[in-house]
């Protein structure tokens, strides 16, 4: 039988940041965790990669330098509507660095490693059971035990599934395909590489909530773009277009055809203030709990997660009490939860208010006060957050 006090399910982001808040916060407790990974590293993780800035001052609030990753920066992000809009730059600094998956979730995993933290790859959990003095975790490995579990297996886990079976579950729909920066030779429309990072926000009005991206980034050291759709899913029962087909029309306009490429999808599930985040001894942190709603955006947000679960789990073992009760308390409380609140109503402003002079209004128009708001309410959190005890 092999026991643990900490078990971690998933070594994404969610589970290395809880993983390395534990260890930065309580070190007694760093011996004491395990954390399982289905995969190995580097593993593929479908995803744009795109890292905010509160993920980087998560990241060196816990020591860490993510610049030691390959990247891309973006010094502009663009938000637009109909290829018109409001552009975002931070002064001094990239709005948006781009990484792939692969290489992060390596570091930061390695990161982890070197911290005296336990990771074993290549093991898939396949069911959990509760009990009052303990959690069982089945694998394809055998069992584990813990006194404490943390869900971080993400959209699709299966912790959340077996610890809060019939909570309702919001999931966007996303697709993401990679190209070379230009186009065909031969096509004669725009041609110019395209500078930043885009959104932008056409597809609200065939009822997609959300947005077609187009970011710059790099595989194995080589230029690339990397582009996507993201659908909330807010509108799942009014009449839709497939979901390639916005995608199709704005590569098109760069002169790419959607058909040459390989296009691939994963769910995000989303944060609701509603949405169930505990039991007795278990606690869910990154995807599984609820990424940002409006955007997708989830690298950031899962770091976050981590600090407040590590602070969470800390207590609990300092209190021996194990209900945690107070987790979604403090995730709704914290510099965090106000932001994730903050998208989930902007999130259902802009995709249900879709009519073409809204979306005018608010991209195009309203552009300095947006600027504004998105930066009191909805950016800029991660300085917020408990850099230490
Ligand atoms: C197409 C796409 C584009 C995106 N683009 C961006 C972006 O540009 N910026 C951004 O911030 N966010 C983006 N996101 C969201 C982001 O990828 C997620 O929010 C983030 O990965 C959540 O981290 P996590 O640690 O919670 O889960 P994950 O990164 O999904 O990690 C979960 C881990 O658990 C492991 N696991 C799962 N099940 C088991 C099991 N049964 N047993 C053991 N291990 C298990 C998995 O192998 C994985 O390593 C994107 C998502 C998608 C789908």
Redesign the pocket.
Known sequence: MQKYDILI???????LSTALHIARDFPNLSPRILI????HYP?P????????IDAEVILQNLGLDVSEVPHVDADRIHFDFEAKGLNIRVPNRHALRVIR?DEF?NWLAGKTKSKGIEIREG???KNVQLFDNEVIVETDQGDFHAQVLVG????N??TRRYIIPNAPVHTAR?L?VLTPTQPSPKFNGFKEGREGAYFDFFPVLTNIAGYVWD?PTQVNGEAMRCW?IYDTNILANEKRPQLKEPLANEMSRFGFDLEKYEVKG???RWFSPKNQMSVPRVLL????AG?DPFL???????LGYGALAAREIGEAFQQNEFSFNGYRCRVLRSALGQILIARWVIAHIVYLFKWRWFQILVWRILKPIIILLAWIFALNWGKRMPSNL
């Open positions: 399910i998933g070594g994404g982001p969610s589970g399982l990974e289905k995969a593993r993780k479908l995803c744009a990669g795109g890292l905010v998956r979730d093991i898939k959990v971080a297996d993400g959209s886990g299966v996303v993401e970011f996507g994963y769910p995000i942190v990154g995807d599984a990424a997708g955006e989830g690298i950031s947000i899962a």
